[in-house]
C-alpha cells in the first residue's frame, strides 16, 4: 500500500482514540460527562469507557510501531494530555470535575507510554489506575450525599470543595478509603499505581531526558492536587486555606 495511505489511516485511529480517552484538544468533555450519578463515573468513566481509546491504541500498536512519525505523535500528545490534566485539575474547585480531569492527565500517561513503545506498562498502569480512580469516584460520591445532608441539595455547595472541611467525623470510613486512593494515584509504595506509574517514568527517561522531566513534575502536581483535595475535605483546620480559596479564586 502507499505509504502516505497507511499514514492517514492510522493517523485517523488514533484521532479516534484521542476523542474517546479524552486526550489533547478533545478533552473537553471529560469533565462535563462527571455530571452523572457517581457510580456512572466510578465504573464507566474511570474504569471502561475513557480507557477505550487506550487499549485501541494498544491493539493497533503494531500498524503504529512501523510508523515512526505516528509513535512520536502519540507520545507527544500524551506528553501534553500529562501535563495539561494535571495543571487543570489545580484550579478545580468541583470535586467530581478535579478528579475528571486527574483521569484525563493519567490516561496521558498511558498514551505517552504507548507513544514510547512501552506496551506492558501502558496496560498494566490503566487496569491499576481504573481500580484507584473508581475507589476515589465512589468516595466523592459518599462526600457529596454527606455534604447534601449537611446543607441539602445543592450541587454548588455539595460538590464544591471551599464549603467542606472536617468532614471525617461524619464520614471516617471514605476518609480512611479515600486515603488509599490519593496515596495510590501519588505512586506511594507500596500501592499499586507506583509500580505502574514508576516503570512509565522510567521508560520516560530513556526515551528523552525532556519527556522524562515532563512527566516526572506532572507526577508531582499528582500529589499535589489530590492532596489539596483530601485537605480540604477532611480537614477541618486548613481554615486559612479555605478563606484563601473563597476570596482569591
Known amino acids: 500500500m502507499n505509504l502516505f495511505f497507511v499514514t492517514l489511516f492510522a493517523l485517523l485511529l488514533f484521532c479516534g482514540s484521542v476523542a474517546k480517552s ?11 460527562a462527571m455530571e452523572g450519578p457517581t457510580p456512572i463515573s466510578a465504573l464507566i468513566h474511570a474504569a471502561t469507557m475513557v480507557a477505550a481509546g487506550i487499549f485501541l491504541v494498544a491493539r493497533l500498536l503494531p500498524l503504529f510501531v512501523v510508523l515512526p512519525q505516528i509513535m512520536n505523535t502519540i507520545a507527544f500528545i500524551g506528553l501534553i494530555t500529562v501535563i495539561l490534566g494535571a495543571t487543570l485539575a489545580i484550579a478545580q474547585k468541583d470535586i467530581k470535575k478535579n478528579l475528571a480531569y486527574s483521569t484525563m492527565s493519567q ?11 512501552s506496551y506492558r506498562s501502558a496496560l498494566f498502569h490503566l487496569i491499576t489506575h481504573a481500580y484507584s480512580k473508581a475507589l476515589l469516584f465512589l468516595g466523592s460520591g459518599s462526600i457529596i450525599h454527606s455534604m447534601e445532608a449537611l446543607v441539602g441539595y445543592s450541587p454548588a455547595k455539595s460538590q464544591n470543595m471551599v464549603f467542606m472541611g472536617g468532614l471525617t467525623k461524619h464520614v471516617p470510613i471514605t476518609k480512611t478509603f479515600f486515603l488509599v486512593g490519593t496515596l495510590s494515584l501519588c505512586g506511594i ?49 486548613l481554615y486559612f486555606i479555605r478563606w484563601s480559596y473563597r476570596n482569591l479564586f
Open 107 to 117: 490516561l496521558g500517561y498511558m498514551m505517552l507510554a504507548l507513544g514510547m513503545g
Open 189 to 237: 509504595p507500596p500501592f499499586a499505581c507506583f509500580w505502574s506509574k514508576d516503570e512509565i517514568l522510567n521508560d520516560s527517561r530513556l526515551y528523552s531526558p525532556i519527556f522524562a522531566l515532563i512527566a516526572c513534575s506532572a507526577a508531582g502536581l499528582t500529589a499535589f492536587y489530590m492532596f489539596r483535595i483530601y485537605l480540604l475535605v477532611f480537614e477541618g483546620a
Open 22 to 32: 479524552a486526550q489533547f484538544p478533545l478533552h473537553v468533555w471529560l469533565p462535563d
